[in-house]
């Protein structure tokens, strides 16, 4: 069984699978997966302060499936 290359939701720092998750977003030709369609709308506001400063959390409120 293969490892699944699990990809970092910059927004909220979980573990998203790259294969499952409809939510990406393409920044500076670097594809960016995340948990959530809240996750990919903060992260598209303002890419640089996450790039820059890392996952701060969700935003507004905890939820994971």
């Known amino acids: 069984m293969a490892d699944v290359v699990m990809a970092k939701d910059p927004v909220c ?6 294969e ?17 369609s809240m996750c990919k709308r903060e992260f598209e506001k303002n890419p640089e302060h996450y790039l820059r400063h890392g996952p701060t959390g969700m935003p507004g409120h905890h939820h994971h499936h």
């Not at 720092?13 to 790259?18: A, E, H, S, T």
């Not at 998750?21 to 948990?35: L, P």
Request: aromatic share 22%.
């Open 13 to 18: 720092g979980m573990d998203v699978d790259p």
């Open 20 to 36: 499952k998750t409809e939510y990406k977003s393409i920044y500076k030709g670097k594809v960016y997966y995340f948990c959530s």
